[in-house]
């Protein structure tokens, strides 16, 4: 664990003492990372949306479990009996996050699109039954709903919002939809829709809600609204491995689980099953007990610190970084006004120079990590970039053909609850020189087979000696 990064508030190990204010400083923060100039710099990491660094609280919280860990739900033993304790003292304080009752049941999962898949397998549905969805959507929240249903989409404007309208619309096309899914947030542009008032009118037409709060969790409360409603550990600070599904006990009562096996069952014979009642009945096989800990210990942190300080500190990072991007010269800002409500992302685009070399070289000269590429939202990113048909028949010829050497794309700088003002003016002084033309210390050659780039000659095999060698594989932005 790194000391406190400038600027940020200690985290304080255990539950005890006073609360940090955000910014507070993550595990790892401000570690020295080699660049290409042969200096080490302080790595900042502007790629929250995508995964985050764990709370100091979070760390201590699992390191103090880790001795007592033990098979939960199947053992006599003392260790067992308080990794059971742990295990279901995690799933109530996931479901009190969340603002939920007695009817609600909290399904512990991998993550959001581990949950959201669960959920379409147990909504049981059939392919001429109708999911609403929206072009705003993660993959997470498209493709279990395409895969399993068909869908009606919510479209969107230039800026990449819709209104309360546009969804109703959509519910009132026939024939009926038997879910509305849609996200809490955006994870390109940050953009939140106004999910309370859009619950309503799915309701009003006896259409249940699922939510995808991946991006909203760690930064705003939970509307209570929606049915169901999914998140991810590794989205807010818990990065263990766990995430949760939520809703009506009643759709898991019924019905066989999404997986089958051992902990979900009361009876088994060879001919016969008795499936246990929800939650068990949806956790076959042995739980992430220590994920179900961080993400306990995490939302305690978020919820000991408060959605005032917490929700105050993002509009200031969202303010700082999304007007500071739209004001440089050559940068686009993508989705809504710098000005509008979002969270603390800014997409944008580098007139002339390819996303996947703005990114390597903010990583390799300035320490900053952010993310390139479609963001696992590629109907929405194609909209927001204003691709047409002929564009995405050529992209999609190409990558047949394995080559993403010109695929479509843009730059995602993303904060969270560690970003400082300071962090915000380092990166937007490094976008600013990139985007004015500075040329680079080092030359760029791309593999056509990620897209990325990577630098060339001695300097550049120096620093991309230190990283793990590519084979082609796991490029930057896959979808
Ligand atoms: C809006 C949104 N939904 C769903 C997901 C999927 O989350 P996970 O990878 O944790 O399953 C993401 C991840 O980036 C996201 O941003």
Request: glycine fraction near 12%; proline fraction near 9%; hydrophobic fraction near 40%.
């Amino acid at each position: 664990m790194s000391g406190t990064a400038p600027g940020r508030a200690p985290g304080a190990g255990g539950a005890a003492g006073p609360a940090p204010v955000p910014p507070v400083a993550l595990v790892g923060d401000g570690l020295p990372v080699p660049c290409v100039d042969g200096a080490e710099r302080p790595y900042l990491s502007l790629d929250t949306a995508a995964s985050t660094s764990a709370l100091p609280q979070v760390a201590a919280r699992v390191q103090e479990f880790l001795p007592w860990y033990s098979s939960v739900h199947r053992g006599a033993g003392h260790k067992s009996q308080r990794s059971t304790a742990a295990y279901e003292a995690a799933r109530a304080a996931l479901m009190a996050f969340a603002g939920r009752s007695e009817d609600d049941v909290a399904i512990i999962c991998r993550n959001t699109t581990e949950a959201i898949n669960h959920l379409a397998y147990r909504l049981r549905l059939h392919r001429e039954d109708v999911v609403v969805t929206t072009v705003v959507e993660h993959h997470a929240n498209l493709l279990p709903w395409s895969r399993a249903a068909t869908c009606r989409y919510v479209e969107c404007g230039a800026d990449g919002t819709f209104s309360v309208g546009d969804v109703v619309a959509a519910l009132d096309g026939g024939p009926a939809p038997r879910l509305l899914a849609i996200t809490g947030a955006s994870n390109i542009t940050g953009w939140m829709p106004p999910v309370d008032e859009i619950a309503a009118e799915a309701h009003r037409r006896g259409v249940p809600v699922a939510l995808d709060a991946a991006q909203l969790a760690p930064h705003r409360p939970l509307p209570t609204s929606p049915d169901f409603v999914a998140f991810s550990g590794h989205k807010m600070y818990a990065p263990f491995g766990a995430g949760v599904l939520i809703g009506p006990r009643r759709a898991f009562a019924d019905g066989d689980p999404f997986l089958a096996g051992g902990g979900a069952v009361d009876l088994v014979d060879l001919d016969e099953v008795v499936w246990s009642q929800p939650p068990e009945r949806e956790e076959a096989g042995s739980p992430n007990v220590v994920g179900a800990v961080a993400l306990h210990a995490a939302v305690d942190t978020l919820q000991t610190i408060g959605w005032p300080a917490l929700v105050g500190h993002d509009e200031e990072v969202a303010r700082r970084l999304r007007t500071g991007v739209a004001a440089i010269p050559g940068v686009r800002l993508l989705g809504p006004p710098p000005g509008a409500a979002t969270l603390p992302v800014a997409t944008f685009t580098v007139a002339g120079m390819p996303h996947a070399l703005v990114a390597a070289r903010l990583a390799a000269e300035h320490a900053i990590g952010v993310r390139h590429g479609c963001f696992c939202a590629h109907p929405y990113l194609i909209r927001l970039l204003g691709l047409d048909d002929a564009a995405l028949g050529r992209f999609r010829g190409q990558v047949r053909q394995g080559d993403r050497s010109a695929m479509p794309g843009a730059v995602r700088a993303s904060g969270g609850i560690d970003t400082t003002a300071a962090d915000v003016d380092r990166f937007l002084d490094a976008l600013a020189r990139l985007a004015s033309g500075e040329p680079a210390p080092v030359e760029y050659r791309q593999d056509p087979r990620t897209g990325d780039y990577h630098p060339a000659g001695p300097a550049g095999a120096a620093y991309t000696d230190l990283l793990a060698p590519s084979d082609g594989h796991g490029g930057c932005s896959p979808g």
